[in-house]
């Protein structure tokens, strides 16, 4: 019974660290852009807004207790080099400003038009300031009290779209190929694999708190967990785009906060206004104490202690602080030439780990695939940026999956097995007969 009990609160802390402002906002303008591709598109946004994220978890956890170990298994210069990117991205440069962000302008501004985005970004983080500089209470806070409360208000929105669809599919430009992209990608948005491997450490420490301190029980608490929040994430996910797709509204250039506040008052009534609000402040929040918590947990470490968790906390919350008031779509806009280029690298590095740790051993290997992942990732950088000329981006187009962002996939792979070839597995004779 205890460990059921634990298993909950752990796993409902896990959707509330993963379920901010992007998770929120992006499915349904996605939903709108799609038409009658919504099933092809929900699995590329779970793609990446969900299996890559569990496997983030799954790739710390097989690694050791945190995200210096899985770094250092392959080597010992990635865990302070990626982890600080990585730690930057979820941290004070993208999403912990897109919570507050998000806060005022779907929870606050449509009942109070005039309010300063300023005040209220100042209030937000000093709640959250408070309810992070207490680390070892962030997982039964969220856990326990602010994600039920969330998931009633989504679940019943979702519900009552389902039940009640505010009309047919949308006409869409996109076919079935774009769809996936557009899904994929933009999956990118909700920075969860970059998070997950962070947020792994902190769930493993609360397993540990717990009493689930073997090898064994803590994996299975931490791996059960992690299932049953990637199963909320993909009701609230397919949800969030069925209505965006069934929303009526066609118009690309609407803001994705100002979309969302209209599903919410066209499915709930004047509730809905009130409802979403409490949703956003209740994700946002719970999404920027856990990153805020991992940001002085991170820098801490790196620095030995030098910098202290409370001092770091409290420089987030006001770096943060300052990055919000440029507003959600500023924000998502910056983001996007930063996540193509990171994101690449990072599902390298949990993919790998994941599927091949276990029988191969050699560093060589995981090194070649990173290094693959790197080098695509700055050409798709440079693409973006319109640095490349169309001769160059024509050649390249012929690697597969590059057009439709995907181009690190194979180099990674056919670098990885060609080090393989050469170099090894790693693994003697004896370990693989017991494999």
């Not at 998070?195 to 397993?207: D, H, K, L, M």
């Not at 797709?245 to 599903?263: F, H, P, V, W, Y």
Request: charged content about 10%; aromatic content about 10%.
């Amino acid at each position: 019974m205890k460990k059921t009990r634990d298993i909950i609160t752990i796993g409902f802390a896990l959707f509330a660290m993963f379920f901010g402002a992007g998770n929120l906002l992006l499915p349904p303008y996605i939903g709108i852009q799609i038409g009658d591709h919504v099933w092809i598109t929900i699995l590329a946004f779970g793609l990446t807004g969900i299996l890559l994220p569990f496997f983030g978890i799954l790739s710390v956890v097989n690694s050791g207790d945190s995200f210096e170990d899985l770094g250092t298994r392959i080597n010992k210069f990635l865990s302070p080099v990626l982890g600080t990117i990585i730690m930057l991205c979820i941290g004070p440069m993208i999403a912990i400003p897109r919570t507050a962000a998000t806060t005022f302008e779907v929870g606050i501004l449509p009942s109070f038009p005039t309010a300063d985005p300023l005040w209220t970004s100042i209030a937000f983080f000093a709640v959250t300031w408070l309810l992070t500089i207490a680390p070892s209470k962030v997982v039964d806070i969220i856990g326990n009290l602010l994600t039920p409360l969330l998931l009633v208000l989504l679940l019943s929105l979702i519900a009552m779209g389902l039940f009640s669809p505010m009309g047919d599919f949308s006409e869409s430009s996109l076919d079935t190929a774009q769809s996936f992209t557009l899904g994929f990608v933009d999956g990118y948005q909700t920075l969860d694999v970059l998070a997950s491997v962070i947020f792994a450490g902190i769930i493993i420490t609360a397993s540990k708190t717990k009493g689930y301190n073997s090898v064994k029980s803590k994996n299975q608490v931490v791996i059960a967990a992690g299932i049953l929040a990637a199963s909320c994430l993909f009701i609230i996910y397919g949800g969030l785009i069925y209505l965006g797709a069934t929303s009526g509204i066609e118009d690309l250039a609407i803001k994705r906060s100002e979309l969302l506040i209209r599903i919410s008052r066209a499915i709930m009534g004047p509730f809905g206004t009130i409802a979403i609000a409490i949703s956003i402040a209740l994700a946002c929040l719970t999404t920027a104490i856990a990153l805020t918590s991992a940001v002085g947990t991170f820098f801490s470490s790196l620095t030995k202690g030098k910098l202290s968790y409370k001092l770091l906390v409290t420089v987030c919350c006001i770096a943060s602080c300052v990055l919000s008031i440029t507003g959600v779509d500023n924000i998502i806009t910056f983001a996007y030439p930063i996540l193509t280029f990171v994101y690449p690298i990072v599902i390298t590095l949990v993919l790998y780990t994941v599927f091949f740790g276990s029988f191969v051993k050699n560093k060589k290997p995981y090194v070649a695939a990173l290094i693959g992942s790197t080098v695509i990732a700055c050409l798709s950088l440079a693409k973006h940026f319109n640095l490349l000329s169309e001769n160059t981006i024509a050649t390249l187009n012929h690697i597969p999956f590059f057009q439709y962002e995907l181009g690190w996939v194979v180099p990674s792979f056919v670098l990885f097995v060609l080090l393989i070839l050469i170099t090894g597995t790693g693994i003697k004779k004896e370990e693989a007969k017991s494999l």
